[in-house]
């Protein structure tokens, strides 16, 4: 199954499971099977692990090379048995009930196509019809913030919805969706991602008046760095 899928992690009590990924999913899922009394849960990465002190039932081990039965083999040369494997693979994006002017196709970016400030809907890509500022998608980016970023973007979307902030003109808009757009060729590696969602973030809690500091980019560096040391 995929994450997407995944439910309830009681359904996995007492059985032994492969997570097939190593990033946010696979370290959410991985606990809660934790939690729920798995007997035993495999994290495989295909280039860096985790690196967590995980606790004595969670372990981690290089790429799933081949399945026969429910035997699983590794990079390494070991293998386990598993009753069910989890594929923490990452998402695509899937709008069927939309129609296809209005639906956003991106692949794993930090700043989007034809949204202002990644969330507003201004259809400026060919074949995208506009939608006067109406329509608007959260959470569709790659990400280090997660929910913090939902947070101020949800506050964003209510804070334009209800009138208390105002955006630019649709001009305006654009220029900035195609600049911050353009922006994503200068992001090459984990530290300048990190330090563009920050300023991204910051950028919303400011649009709404938010005034908590939300700025954790230090823990992130330090976690990329660690985990770059580790692999």
Same mark, same amino acid.
């Given at each position: 199954? $995929?994450?997407?899928?995944? /439910?309830?992690? /009681?359904?996995?009590?007492?059985?032994?499971? +492969? +997570?097939?990924?190593?990033?946010?999913?696979?370290?959410?899922?991985?606990?809660?099977?934790?939690?729920?009394?798995?007997?035993?849960?495999?994290?495989?990465?295909? =280039?860096?692990?985790?690196?967590?002190?995980?606790?004595?039932?969670?372990?981690?081990?290089?790429?799933?090379?081949? #399945?026969?039965?429910? =035997?699983? $083999?590794?990079?390494?040369?070991?293998?386990? &048995?598993?009753?069910?494997?989890?594929?923490?693979?990452?998402?695509?994006?899937?709008?069927?009930?939309?129609?296809?002017?209005?639906?956003?196709?991106?692949?794993? #970016?930090?700043?989007?196509?034809?949204?202002?400030?990644?969330?507003? @809907?201004?259809?400026?890509?060919?074949? *995208?019809?506009?939608?006067?500022?109406?329509?608007?998608?959260?959470?569709?980016? &790659?990400?280090?913030?997660?929910?913090?970023?939902?947070?101020?973007?949800?506050? @964003?979307?209510?804070?334009?919805?209800?009138?208390?902030?105002? =955006?630019?003109?649709? *001009?305006?808009?654009?220029? &900035?969706?195609?600049?911050?757009?353009?922006?994503?060729?200068? +992001?090459?590696?984990?530290?300048?991602?990190?330090?563009?969602?920050?300023?991204?973030?910051?950028? +919303?809690?400011?649009?709404?008046?938010?005034? &908590?500091?939300?700025?954790?980019?230090?823990?992130?560096?330090?976690? /990329?760095? =660690?985990?770059?040391? #580790?692999?």
């Amino acid at each position: 199954m $995929h994450a997407h899928d995944f /439910r309830n992690a /009681r359904e996995f009590t007492g059985k032994k499971i +492969l +997570l097939v990924g190593s990033s946010y999913s696979a370290e959410d899922i991985s606990l809660q099977l934790f939690k729920f009394g798995a007997e035993l849960v495999t994290i495989s990465y295909r =280039t860096n692990n985790l690196g967590f002190k995980w606790p004595d039932k969670i372990h981690e081990v290089p790429l799933l090379t081949t #399945i026969e039965g429910s =035997t699983c $083999h590794f990079k390494d040369g070991s293998s386990g &048995d598993y009753d069910a494997i989890i594929l923490c693979t990452g998402y695509k994006h899937h709008f069927p009930f939309m129609p296809s002017e209005l639906t956003m196709k991106n692949g794993n #970016i930090y700043n989007l196509p034809d949204l202002y400030r990644s969330v507003q @809907w201004y259809g400026v890509t060919d074949g *995208k019809k506009d939608a006067s500022g109406k329509l608007f998608y959260m959470g569709m980016q &790659d990400q280090f913030y997660t929910y913090t970023m939902f947070m101020m973007q949800s506050l @964003w979307v209510a804070s334009v919805i209800k009138g208390v902030i105002q =955006t630019p003109d649709r *001009k305006e808009c654009v220029e &900035d969706i195609e600049k911050m757009y353009a922006e994503n060729a200068e +992001l090459t590696d984990p530290f300048k991602q990190i330090a563009g969602q920050t300023a991204y973030v910051q950028q +919303l809690a400011a649009d709404v008046n938010y005034t &908590d500091n939300l700025d954790v980019s230090e823990l992130f560096n330090k976690w /990329r760095k =660690t985990s770059m040391m #580790i692999s």
